[in-house]
């Protein structure tokens, strides 16, 4: 085993002992505790922990993530996911987090991946197409990168509703939000991108609300 390997091995035996001292019963509670109030669908960036910048321990958040945080109709493990958390855990919030300074968002602007990432991130570049006029306005790099950034978790949070899952739990009248963040790695803050939807909630309004909140943050 490589030094790097057993690195990790010592720490995971470190941070046992340490939650063990400060807690002797920890990890006989967590035996029996999935209960999230939250799924939280996020990028598979490793600088975006969503326990960590949440302050919430194991147990309380259920976590999807993958590159660019897409939710795709296509993809049977994120929906598995979805599934999995509205129907069994009951959670009764969904959150779609995205973040500024995104590798995804900024190689489907360049068309810079190649391989399956490329196949990937074209989930991406219809939502940079779908908002070409707005993306294109912003001139500067870093910024039309967390400007699209945030126009996909809009995109996404909206496939969310739309799914049949959702759906069918709000046919049910589960009480079931979908919201959508965006997370800072300048600051650490998380920052609401206005997309707030539950049963009785019209998606084009909200979609509308959340854009126009998108917009004015970049000046347009």
Not at 149 to 170: D, K
């Amino acid at each position: 085993m490589t030094q790097r390997l057993q690195r990790l091995l010592d720490n995971n035996r470190a941070w046992a002992r340490h939650e063990a001292e400060r807690d002797p019963a920890y990890f006989s509670k967590l035996l029996d505790q999935q209960a999230p109030e939250y799924l939280w669908i996020g990028c598979s960036d490793s600088r975006v922990p969503a326990n960590q910048i949440t302050g919430l321990a194991p147990g309380e958040v259920f976590v999807h993530r993958n590159v660019g945080n897409l939710v795709v109709h296509t993809d049977l493990n994120c929906l598995a996911v979805i599934d999995f958390a509205v129907d069994l855990l009951q959670v009764r919030h969904v959150i779609v987090v995205g973040h500024h300074g995104c590798s995804g968002v900024r190689m489907a602007l360049r068309r810079s991946a190649g391989g399956l990432a490329e196949h990937w991130l074209r989930h991406l570049q219809d939502v940079q197409g779908r908002h070409a006029s707005l993306v294109e306005s912003v001139t500067d790099a870093d910024e039309k990168v967390n400007l699209l950034a945030e126009l996909n978790v809009l995109e996404q949070a909206s496939n969310v509703c739309e799914s049949t899952i959702v759906r069918e739990a709000w046919r049910r009248h589960a009480d079931l939000t979908v919201s959508g963040w965006i997370y800072s790695l300048r600051d650490g803050l998380l920052i609401d991108v206005g997309f707030n939807v539950d049963g009785h909630t019209d998606l084009d309004s909200a979609r509308a609300a959340s854009l126009a909140l998108i917009r004015s943050r970049y000046g347009r």
